[in-house]
């Protein structure tokens, strides 16, 4: 069928043929654009601003695990490790990941938005400078590493564990899919249940009361940066592991997708964020099944488009700060 | 006042855009290597010095590079400089930066555009200008007909339709597949050599398992993967450039899918196996209507290989010897004495005649192309890449594929092994166009 001259070719039945693999292959990426997506969502529910610069605190974190591996003397061509050094290294360059994106996070938080947090500025002068930001960072590494593609190296062998529905379950998109879930659920149960989460989620529904109550505002918001940086770093070692390359512009696109799906599930809902992130992930991949790979972007956000009409408030609607404890 | 800070705020945003508009505009770096004395003459580079597929840009400004510095040692006329221009590959950034040089009137003609994409933005304002440019690499077919008249398009590398002829015989004779996905990277050279190949394969009697499309920047193609794997075919083929094609490759053979992987030129490049791992890259067949200068080259490619090296100090790149030929023949018109842009364009279009060039011998037809036949294919092997087969192909006959007109190609190949592999003679087969 053709619409105006572009060609859409329906294909259900590639849908039913190649569900499992689209499923399982939509929930893993969509476990990482929901761990970035956190980060949104969290800084949007305690400043209710769009940090744009989490595109490139998660590009950090890619190029921050790169470093690791070449530090530890892993090189791209290298075999695979096992077993117990395996995990070593693994833990250590998800370690090196989000400690850079933390740091980096709050470094960012410190020089940038506080000063114009402290002079009341308004919100038209956060988006400006996440954007420079952005742009810095962006070509900071670009012209220090170049605009090539880096290869990350190999360190977990892709063996395939056991297929299941014809979705190939392969040992990295395990490792994605298990550390993206620990990582969330750690991070769901910290702000409920922790004194320092509770001072986000006081902050995030009224500032100037939680102050009153003896909350640290600025201790709150560096945490919250801090935060939103580590798992955009631990999000970055994955992509990295997962997709094996690093490049200065690799945050823009997941970035795009993950604060679309934090707005999917609910700006400023944790929990939206990561129903978010796997709904757009399996949204992505049910879409470019159906329609073809070219739809892929247009099927996504033609979905958010219709859920925010009838929802505006997205999926999960509640915010951070209205959140059941 | 908050109010009286807001308002300051929005006008200092505003004028910071303009000024980063205006920057943007005219800023952009012209380099350019001027010699000591005498009159000098400025020839243009347009290309990707940065942007992801940078790669193919900088093999070509150092062919150049090399070209300008053995005729300037020869000092048998005026000195040559050159004068580049950053597209990074993309038709949008090209058309920002073209009026720097084409309002630049000490440059008299160009080496590139090199993609095909910003040739076909960039061909009406050298047109306009009466700018005479030389592509070493823009192999999109329809590029010689983007304007009419059209007097200042050149290219010294075969088209499309000759690449994509040469694939498509490879695929039927050599790989002979059970059958092939076609990707690309709806780019105007990769839809337009895979959207060739696919049809010319398909004519040949190879079944078509799935014609998928992938977004280069990305770096997810599961749903292409999965495609590709549910489709059951043995063999990819990718329309693209070598960043994608790399982690297209990888991610299909992580998936299951390990048959040959074939591509064309613009995945011809050290990139892809970055891109792919050394692992997932071997074996990879990659195409072009060019040659490679190596160290174990022989004759002028082997005099260019040493050149190149001693002057850049690597090996030289794909494109780097078309692009090399491209400036010889600009340089050529210049020392006989035609430094304007009308003389030079008549230089280009009526004077050159038939020009032994290192890549191939030089003959422009009237649109611009030239009428080389030979095709040349490339494995991966050990991480490198290596010469495979060399193929001399008849130039396919018109073939257009508008509406209306149904010509398909008539195309005899010889397929001839180089260093060792089998050589086969092949029956030819013509189709005349109805």
Not at chain 2, 121 to 134: E, G, R, S, W
Request: proline share 3%.
């Amino acid at each position: 069928m053709r619409f105006e001259g572009v060609p859409i070719d329906l294909c259900f039945h590639c849908l039913k043929d190649q569900f499992g693999p689209q499923t399982f292959d939509g929930l893993t990426l969509g476990a990482i654009y929901a761990l970035i997506a956190l980060g949104y969502t969290l800084v949007y529910g305690v400043l209710q601003l769009i940090n744009f610069a989490h595109s490139e605190i998660f590009m950090v974190g890619v190029f921050a695990s790169l470093f690791a591996m070449h530090a530890m003397g892993i090189e791209q061509g290298d075999p695979a490790k096992t077993g117990f050094v395996l995990l070593g290294v693994l833990l250590l360059v998800t370690l090196a990941g989000m400690l850079m994106s933390g740091a980096t996070a709050v470094v960012m938080e410190r020089i940038a938005y506080r000063p114009l947090r402290k002079r009341k500025a308004p919100r038209l002068a956060f988006l400006i400078t996440a954007i420079g930001i952005s742009l810095t960072l962006q070509e900071f590494f670009a012209i220090r590493y170049g605009r090539n593609q880096l290869g990350v190296p190999r360190v977990l062998e892709k063996k395939t564990l056991f297929v299941i529905g014809g979705a190939n379950v392969r040992t990295d998109k395990v490792l994605v899919l298990v550390a993206a879930f620990l990582l969330m659920f750690a991070l769901d149960r910290f702000v409920t249940s922790s004194r320092l989460g509770r001072g986000i989620r006081a902050t995030a529904q009224d500032a100037e009361t939680a102050q009153l109550m003896g909350v640290n505002i600025d201790r709150v918001v560096m945490l919250t940066f801090l935060l939103g940086g580590l798992l955009a770093g631990a999000a970055g070692t994955l992509y990295g592991v997962f997709f094996e390359a690093a490049r200065y512009n690799i945050g823009f696109l997941p970035g795009i997708k993950a604060f679309t799906a934090a707005v999917l599930g609910g700006i400023g809902n944790i929990r939206g964020a990561l129903i978010g992130g796997l709904v757009l992930g399996l949204l992505e991949n049910y879409g470019s099944a159906v329609l073809g790979v070219q739809w892929k972007d247009v099927f996504a956000f033609t979905m958010l488009v219709l859920v925010l009409l009838f929802r505006p408030t997205g999926l999960l609607g509640e915010s951070l700060g209205r959140a059941r404890a | 006042m908050p109010h009286a800070r807001a308002r300051t705020i929005r006008a200092v945003a505003v004028l910071a855009v303009v000024a980063a508009m205006g920057l943007v505009a005219c800023g952009k770096s012209k380099k350019s290597t001027s010699a000591s004395t005498g009159k000098t003459v400025y020839i243009g580079f347009v290309g990707a010095k940065t942007g992801d597929n940078a790669n193919l840009g900088i093999n070509i400004r150092d062919g150049i590079k090399v070209a300008i510095d053995e005729e300037n040692a020869k000092k048998d006329g005026p000195t040559i400089a050159l004068k580049e221009f950053d597209t990074a590959g993309d038709p949008a950034q090209a058309t920002t930066v073209a009026p720097q040089f084409i309002q630049d009137t000490s440059i008299i003609g160009t080496v590139g555009p090199a993609f095909s994409g910003e040739t076909k933005a960039l061909i009406p304002l050298y047109q306009d200008a009466k700018l005479v440019f030389i592509s070493p690499s823009a192999t999109n077919v329809k590029l010689p007909t983007i304007v009419s008249p059209e007097t200042v398009f050149h290219r010294v590398i075969a088209d499309d339709a000759l690449q994509a002829s040469g694939i498509a015989s490879y695929l039927s004779q050599t790989v002979k597949p059970k059958s092939v996905a076609f990707i690309n990277d709806n780019s105007e050279y990769g839809k337009g050599l895979a959207v060739d190949v696919q049809r010319l394969s398909v004519d040949k009697g190879i079944k078509a398992a799935t014609t998928q499309v992938i977004d280069p920047k990305a770096q997810d193609f599961s749903a292409t993967v999965n495609a590709v794997k549910a489709s059951g075919a043995d063999t990819v083929f990718y329309g693209g450039y070598y960043a994608a094609a790399g982690l297209l490759r990888k991610q299909l053979v992580d998936a299951g899918v390990k048959g040959t992987f074939v591509s064309g030129d613009g995945s011809l490049d050290k990139g892809f196996v970055t891109a792919a791992g050394p692992a997932a890259a071997e074996g990879a067949k990659l195409t072009c209507p060019c040659n490679l200068a190596f160290s174990s080259s022989t004759g002028a490619l082997k005099t260019f290989y040493d050149q190149f090296k001693k002057d850049i100090g690597k090996d030289p790149g794909l494109y780097s010897p078309e692009a090399y030929d491209a400036a010889k023949i600009l340089i050529k018109g210049i020392k006989a004495g035609n430094t304007t842009r009308a003389a030079l364009l008549d230089y280009v279009n009526n004077k050159v005649g038939s020009y032994a060039g290192i890549s191939k011998t030089i003959k422009f037809e009237s649109n611009g192309n030239i009428g080389s036949t030979q095709f040349f294919v490339f494995e991966v092997k050990g991480a490198e890449i290596a010469p495979s087969q060399t193929i001399v192909a008849d130039k396919p006959a018109e073939t257009t594929t508008t509406a209306g007109s149904g010509g398909s190609s008539g195309s005899s190949t010889t397929v001839t092994g180089s260093s060792g592999s089998t050589t086969t003679t092949v029956a030819s087969t013509t189709t005349s166009k109805p």
